[in-house]
């Protein structure tokens, strides 16, 4: 999460833009931060990138040991709106997970 505004943070990486900006523009207007990127590399460096969730479009591969955040497949078929949705969901199973292992510390 973002500390400044609390919104989800998604790093979409799609090795092809223009299929990337649809599923991009979904999650933006679903009120996500959402950075997008072609390739792992392309994403390092950049400022205060710490992404909920992962999300790869088409050939895109991710492959970093160190990385924290859940990475999810946007498979052929899968429409703007149903990834926009299980990005819902994880995000809001990390958020319970997260409140569940600090009420058990």
């Keep these: 999460m973002n500390p400044l505004n609390g919104i989800a943070r998604v790093l979409l990486i799609a090795?092809?833009?223009?299929?990337?900006?649809?599923?991009?523009?979904a999650l933006a207007g679903g009120g996500y931060e959402v950075f997008q990127?072609?390739?792992?590399?392309g994403a390092l460096g950049?400022?205060?990138l710490?992404?909920?969730?992962?999300?790869?479009?088409?050939l895109a591969v991710f492959?970093?040991?160190a990385q924290t955040a859940q990475v999810?497949?946007?498979?052929?078929?899968?429409?703007?709106?149903?990834?926009v949705a299980e990005v819902h969901r994880r995000v809001?199973?990390?958020?319970t997970l997260h409140a569940t292992?600090?009420?058990a510390a």
Excluded at 15 to 25: I, K, L, V, W
Excluded at 50 to 58: H, M
């Design 92 to 95: 809001a199973l990390r958020a």
């Design 15 to 25: 090795d092809d833009r223009e299929s990337g900006e649809r599923y991009r523009n």
């Design 50 to 58: 710490d992404p909920d969730v992962i999300v790869l479009c088409d």
């Design 37 to 41: 990127a072609e390739s792992f590399v």
């Design 63 to 65: 492959s970093y040991p």
């Design 72 to 83: 999810l497949r946007v498979s052929a078929e899968m429409t703007p709106a149903a990834l």
């Design 101 to 103: 292992m600090a009420q």
């Design 46 to 48: 950049t400022p205060g």
